[in-house]
């Protein structure tokens, strides 16, 4: 699998107290330059040319006999090399000895962020392409089994492809060295390679289970690799494209790779043997995409399919095989003759048909097509085959468990056609959260008879449903279909349901740290009858459970319900109450669910205040729910109705309504849900307990915080904030509160300190002392102080010790999330704007891009910042010629976000950004039309001007019609800009002076008449 290595900074740093030097603001140790390879590679696939190993290599060892020597004006290599890292297992499949602490030191973080055994293969072709590029490692020290599928795979050595040797193609390194030493300087010797020059592909079907295949993958990857017969070994994954062919790239993720046609990888030559990795039941089989693929190959190359599902499951797939008899015939075509049994009972295959050899991923199995190939002469050998047409029709619509509605009759087809271990594995699967590394955890612990075609034969067996992917859990999720969790559980002891549970909770201890609530240890101590030990947990004012949270809940909660319901309260309004103190405590989605029907009929009945309040706190809870979050209309719609019915004056009321006022803001962005909230607080009637007075401190506290982040003019209402905040700590010490409730509100008074004029930063950062002892083990709230400090450090240009406060805050930060990448981004822009360390700072933006998803506006404005970081490079050493594959990578960057991203100040300055660069670019005249139009489209995203950016825009445009020779167009548009400067200098707006001060001459030039004083500035043409 792909590694990909940290940028520099990311990991392997020294402790705090020894980051950064004087006068390097990046906290990082000196820089080291690099050989130059990562950067190759990195040219290279921005050009759109992925390059094998061996390719590479012979392109470093021609590029050493042909480059000239160097010359001493030669422009240095300015990026840092890869750093190294140490290899450890994934959290996800970690032992369960291994249990890390939530703070890790920088050693242990450095190996947690290695991950080479990941359960989701990374793509290593990014659209942009990472200086610190990927290489491939093991998985772990020895894959089980791996020794034994390579003797098993030897015959390979002798396999003769239907075409002539290539001679010369092999070195011959003893005769090269004596050679060498005789004449003096290096002279290559080659020799013929007679039994070298075969090559293998392995094609991987990126499918919902594709990660249940990865170690099959990566055990035959490894196997041939070191088997020493092939001169390249390859690695792609299969897509479907818009039209349903089959598409390649270098990842599971279409997201994240570039996609070719599949055809581009077809070998017409017979030189390469290639192994199609799939369970045949993905949608590219479903539509038949596949099977054209296979038949257009199979008639030039040994193809064959890698089936690792148990050959009974095939005729459930989109390629059921039948017996038969393979036949290999050393120079009689390029194919592989099959030989159907008579006694199959299936039809005879259709004319056009062509048998594609189907294998079972055993070393028996391969060996013996490993024999078959490579033997002499005509070979057979007992197989399978299945029938491909060059029309292959898609499978239809209700393929393969069209029929099976009910849950009773999902359950019987599963047990009809599962072996005894995927029928234990499903009974065990339902006490858990269906998250693959969670039911891997499960065979590995309780089933370890069971392998990847059990889990598989689960997966497949028409008991599960996809779930939407979340962008805080990667992976396929999944959840039994209605009503299935529910007859598996009843042939589940519920001992052995606790221990199932105990496991699962190991392993949220070790993937998430104790800084979340560990739901199935309380879930086991329900089961047994004990008491938790934990207090009522208050409402979040800051929203519900994260998606993380809600995926170990709600399946531990159900479990419990199932074995241990309990009786409900009399009363519905009292009902619905218990019902929400168990759902803050429990997290169980279900229980919100039944609180909502019992408040909705005790509002038909009765409605009164009590049963409109209780209602809009329901809803309001589920609006916060990660399911809700998925779907922004549902939770607007659910908010919508809540601040409705909250309409009573008792303190509870009011602080519910603000809550729910603000959450509206959240999403909506409009000042006047901030308004309404504290219009409401402030009216909230006197004569509240400490608890509800202490929520209202809070809430405005808060609300008056995000207030001021509107507006121009924050000192007011941020004044206002640090004043309640104040007084709600003191609250709080009086209520005795828990301490993470103490760091939240502690973080809130540092972020509205820092509004105000009158901030000390020695209060600041004595805060930030507080806020992490408060801390104490929560990952998010240790995660937001070290920003926070990262922050005041930065605000007094203090960059040393900022830079030590980011990298502690990324060594805190869990890996691959949504925040460290915000957190990255947030650095890496300091870098560049603020120290100006570039190379720095490209190195930290391409770490947040690989990691960012495509979904968020982050992206887009990472695209932004490492486009311009590239052009900030190459223009800063344009005396030395400059690296002009920067001015082309970061026209593509901007291009990108100019064109994809939400937000119109973004796509306004990436156009503007855009326009300057593509006039960086050879034989600038040529571009001038495209400049002329990108600065013409900044300036129509710009909603409001006056603004910087217009201004920038309207003079960027005048130099370049200076240079078009139009110098009436240059002086409408210098007039323009200086209206914009002088606009916003009238609203007290900062405005860059020079700037100001150039537009005003520019446009004083040309105002002398035409052509009078007038200085048409043609660029320096670039071949």
Sequence with gaps: MTTPDPPPGATDRPPPGQQGRPGDPSGGPPPVRSDGLAELVGRLRAAGREVSASELADAVWLARLTAPPPRPEDRPEHHEPPTARTAAPDAAVRPPDETPGPRPDPSSRSAEQTAPLSLYAPSPAEAVPTRSFAIRAPATAALSGLLGLQRALRPLRGYRPPVPPV??????????????????????????????????????DASPTTSVWQPTLERLRQACERLGAFRDVQVHYLHQGPDGSAMAGTGPDPGQTRLRPADQHRDVTGRRLTLVISDCV???????????????????SQIAVVQPLPPRLWDRTALPADPGLLVHEPGVGRGMRFVADETHGRAAPPAGARPVPVLLPTDRVLGGWAQLLGGTGTRTMRGAAGWVLPRHPAQPESWPYGGARTPQARLRDFRSGASPGALELAVHLAAVPLYLPVMQLVQEALLPDTGPMQLAEVLLGGLLERLPDTAGVPGPRYDFAPGVRELLLEMLDQGAAELVLKYLSEYVTRRFGKGMRNFPAL??????????????????????????????????????????????????????????????????????????????????????????????????????????????????????????????????????????RHELWRQDHDPRWLHAAVAGLAEMPGG???????????????????????????????????????????????????????????????SALRLTRERDTAELLALTEAAETAAGDSASLLLRTLRERARIHREVRDWEAAATAYGQAERTAPRDSHERCELLAEWGEMLL??????????????????????????????????????LDRYRGDRAGGGFLPDVYEGCHLLELSARRAADPATRARSWLLLAGARLELPQPRTHFASAESAYGRALREIPEPPSVTAARALHGRAELYERMNRPSAARTDYRAAADHWRAL???????????????GERMRALSGGPGAGTSVREGPERG
């Design 688 to 750: 509240a307990d400490l608890a509800t007075e202490t929520a209202r401190r809070l809430r405005m506290g808060r609300v008056l915080l995000d207030l001021a982040g509107t507006t121009s003019e924050p000192e007011e209402p941020a004044t206002a904030s640090v004043r309640e905040l104040r007084v709600a700590l003191g609250l709080l010490d009086e209520l005795d509160a828990p301490p993470h409730r103490r760091a939240g509100a502690l973080l809130d008074l540092v």
């Design 985 to 999: 200098a009238e609203q007290g707006v900062p405005v860059p002076e020079d700037e100001a001060r150039a537009t």
């Design 282 to 300: 993905g949608p590219l089989w479903q539509s038949g995409g596949a099977q054209r693929m296979l038949h257009r190959w199979a008639e030039s």
């Design 167 to 204: 001679p010369g193609a092999e070195l011959d390194e003893e005769a090269t060295a004596e050679r060498s030493a005789a004449d003096g300087f290096l002279r290559p010797v080659r020799r013929p390679a007679a039994h070298r020059e075969a090559e293998i592909q392995l094609l991987m």
């Design 523 to 660: 879930a086991v101590a329900r089961l047994q009858g004990l008491e938790t030990d934990e207090p009522v947990v208050p409402e979040d004012p800051d929203g519900g459970p994260q998606a993380d949270e809600e995926l170990f809940a709600q399946v531990p909660a159900r479990v419990v319900r199932w074995y241990r319901p309990v009786r409900p309260v009399p009363g519905r309004l009292d009902e619905v109450e218990r019902l929400l103190g168990l759902w803050r405590d429990r997290r169980d989605r279900q229980m919100l669910i039944d609180a909502q029907a019992l408040a909705e009929a005790a509002l038909a009945a009765d409605d009164d205040g009590r049963s409109r309040h209780l209602l809009g706190r329901v809803l309001f809870a589920r609006a916060n729910t990660a399911e809700a979050r998925r779907d922004p209309g549902e939770a607007h719609a659910l908010l919508t109705r809540a601040e409705r019915l909250l309409t009573g004056r008792e303190p509870a009321t009011a602080v519910a309504r603000a809550d729910v």
């Design 833 to 870: 704007t603020e120290t100006r360390h570039i190379d720095r700072a490209e190195g930290i933006l391409r770490e947040a891009l690989t990691n960012v998803t495509s979904r968020t506006p982050l992206r887009w404005r990472l695209h932004l910042l490492l486009g311009t970081a590239l």
